[in-house]
């Protein structure tokens, strides 16, 4: 008789039984499972890099597909990841899958990023059950609940309860319904004694100068509305060095500092999702943020004066979780009304009463994420791992356009990161028409060299109320090349016989357009100065990095274009301008706000939460302000490319 050999798949309350012969049992587990309906996470590309596979041998043995070595079940479950296995070619196997390595979604694109690897759902809240039937007889309800609800999940963190658990006399419940939350190093389950309405969460990116939110359906994963502000630190600082530098002259701007960035920021955008999306704030059951270690040290109120000055040493850098309520939320807004509050009055009274923190819930919990360094931020590790690059074999770049630059190289197994002080000019601030990407920004400008009138391309196709980060670039690169501007950014001598070039105040400007209110919108030579100076910080980043480890942008696969200003950049122009010195348009890959695209999936698969740590753990980062080099070649990229 043949061989013949039985695999048992476990799925949450079902058992699969299929018979695996011949040649399949040589497939790796993860193909396997896929040809059966069940589909993993297999995030990495089936290369035995992420945690997105594991699954739970229980009994029976498996091979390992690289070495040919056995794997024996034990007593207790052993987690093994499905892409580096096979059966073998007889006998009974037995394996778990826990819902957290089953695959949700694949990579997406959606408007303000691009997510180049899948993800399971697995929010960091969410509400389950759990049946009566699965708890220990004769133990305390709470001890009971952990113990069946940590055999359920198979997480690798412990379950703990949040203070005692009552058990309804049987036969009146046969399900207790509980919330389940990360915790940070445990997960906490305590009882959901009304039935909840929809749970959604909140993804931030919060920038030095732009903070982003969107609200998400915890449920399904959908994001459901994106609302952006001006960082209302910028008052008390344009960057990060002059903030931590107030703060280690007046100590009290911690916690004015802290205000601008919860109360005045963050408060007002969560109050404006909600109310557009007509969701309540006790809907609202966790938070995820990302931002650079300044940006996280000031919105915990915790002193960042230590990162202002040599050796850079930020209070904090793990994945850390405060609470809602705890944080310095201003009293009754004018517009902070709940979905319900909106059409009743005496809700209105109580909604303004409190603000958006959840009434009658627990305090949602507000995650930051985990950063490597004082300025290798948790925003730079959540773009490591949402554009993919962490998966990547070879060597390929992230550079992430914001007010600091922040630059990753992977190399082999290694990640070294740097950042650069570029200022907000791509984000619009301090120009003379800046803005940020938003309803009547200019995005797009179109300056043909023989024609007199740029077309332009509006957001909200509306009348133009200022430029934005991506029209900027259009217009170094395009005049450039229309003979407006030379090489170090000046206008040419003759640019002032073109129809559209005047004198102003700040040098000689161009007008893009007329505005919706009547005035020119124009682009002035110290505009023009300032960008050069942000993408010359950035660029010259960019060749320190490579020379450190004696690589040239010929030799990397891939450069992933990160930024707050989306993925609609015109990548010619990119290059044109000089922001990314001997890369070709081919090398680019323009991902957006992978920042938030990263908070975004750590609040719906817990395990990208255990793989930023690790990338965090793994990125050595490097000091540009202390390297030699930098000043030079820093002057050497003040220039225009073409
Ligand atoms: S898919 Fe198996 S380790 Fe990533």
């Not at 008789?1 to 993860?30: F, I, K, N, Y």
């Not at 058990?167 to 990360?182: K, N």
């Amino acid at each position: 008789m043949a061989d013949s050999l039985v695999l048992t798949v476990r799925v949450g309350d079902q058992r699969h039984v299929l018979p695996v012969e011949g040649r399949r049992t040589q497939l790796v587990l993860s193909a396997l499972l896929r040809q059966a309906g069940v589909t993993l996470n297999t995030r990495c590309g089936q290369r035995g890099l992420c945690d997105g596979c594991l699954v739970d041998l229980l009994a029976g043995r498996v091979i390992d597909a690289g070495t040919g070595a056995a794997l024996e079940a034990t007593a207790e479950p052993r987690s093994i990841r499905a892409c580096q296995y096979h059966l073998p070619p007889a006998g009974q196997v037995e394996i778990h899958v826990p819902a957290r390595s089953l695959l949700a979604h694949e990579p997406q694109v959606v408007t303000a990023f691009r997510i180049n690897v899948s993800r399971a759902h697995d929010p960091l809240w969410q509400g389950i059950e759990l049946p009566v039937s699965e708890l220990a007889p004769g133990k305390p309800a709470a001890e009971a609940v952990c113990e069946a609800v940590a055999r359920q999940r198979d997480y690798d963190l412990p379950v703990r309860a949040a203070g005692d658990i009552a058990l309804p006399p049987p036969p009146e419940q046969e399900a207790l319904r509980l919330a389940l939350e990360q915790a940070g190093d445990h997960w906490l389950v305590r009882p959901l004694n009304t039935a909840p309405a929809a749970p959604f969460g909140i993804a931030v990116d919060v920038g030095t100068t732009t903070v982003v939110a969107v609200l998400v359906d915890l449920t399904g994963g959908e994001i459901v509305n994106t609302a952006s502000a001006l960082n209302a630190q910028v008052r008390l600082g344009d960057n990060v060095l002059t903030r931590i530098q107030a703060c280690i002259t007046h100590p009290r701007m911690i916690g004015r500092l802290q205000h601008a960035v919860v109360a005045r920021t963050l408060q007002p955008l969560v109050e404006q999702l909600l109310r557009e999306s007509r969701v309540a704030a006790e809907q609202i059951a966790s938070l995820v943020i990302a931002g650079n270690t300044t940006m996280l040290h000031l919105l915990a109120g915790v002193d960042p004066s230590a990162m202002g000055v040599v050796p850079f040493t930020p209070r904090f850098l793990e994945h850390l979780v405060l609470r809602l309520g705890d944080l310095p939320l201003r009293g009754p807004s004018r517009t902070s009304r709940t979905a319900e509050a909106s059409e009743n009055p005496a809700a209105a009274a109580d909604a303004a009463a409190v603000p958006f923190a959840a009434r009658g819930q627990p305090n949602p919990a507000v995650h930051l994420l985990p950063g490597a360094a004082a300025y290798v931020g948790a925003d730079v590790i959540a773009g490591v791992f949402a554009s993919g690059m962490v998966y990547q074999s070879e060597p390929s770049l992230l550079v992430d356009v914001g007010t600091n630059g922040e630059i990753v190289l992977k190399h082999g197994e290694q990640f070294l990161g740097c950042a650069t002080a570029a200022g907000p000019a791509f984000e619009g601030s301090g120009l003379s028409c800046g803005m940020r990407a938003g309803r009547g920004a200019i995005s797009h400008i179109h300056l043909e060299p023989d024609s007199t009138a740029p077309d332009i391309e509006v957001i909200g196709n509306v009348p133009p109320v200022g430029v934005c980060g991506t029209a900027y670039v259009d217009f170094v690169a395009q005049a450039r090349r229309a003979g407006i501007l030379r090489l170090n950014g000046r206008f040419a001598p003759d640019a002032d016989t073109h129809p559209r070039v005047r004198a102003g105040k700040h040098g000689r400007e161009f007008t893009v357009a007329d505005g919706a209110d009547g005035k020119p919108i124009y682009v002035s030579e110290l505009d023009v100065a300032r960008l050069l100076q942000a993408k010359a910080a950035i660029a010259a980043g960019i060749v320190c990095l490579l020379n450190r480890v004696g690589l040239t942008p010929a030799d990397l696969n891939m450069l992933y274009l990160a930024g707050g200003f989306g993925f609609h950049m015109n990548i010619d122009n990119v290059i044109c301008c000089g922001l990314l010195p001997g890369f070709r348009p081919e090398q680019i890959s323009l991902v957006g706000n992978t920042a938030l695209a990263g908070a975004y999936l750590a609040l719906l698969d817990s395990g990208v939460l255990a793989e930023m740590k690790q990338i965090a753990a793994r990125l050595e980062t490097i000091e540009l302000n202390l390297d030699p080099a930098f000043e030079s070649c820093y002057i050497d990229q003040l220039a225009v490319t073409a």
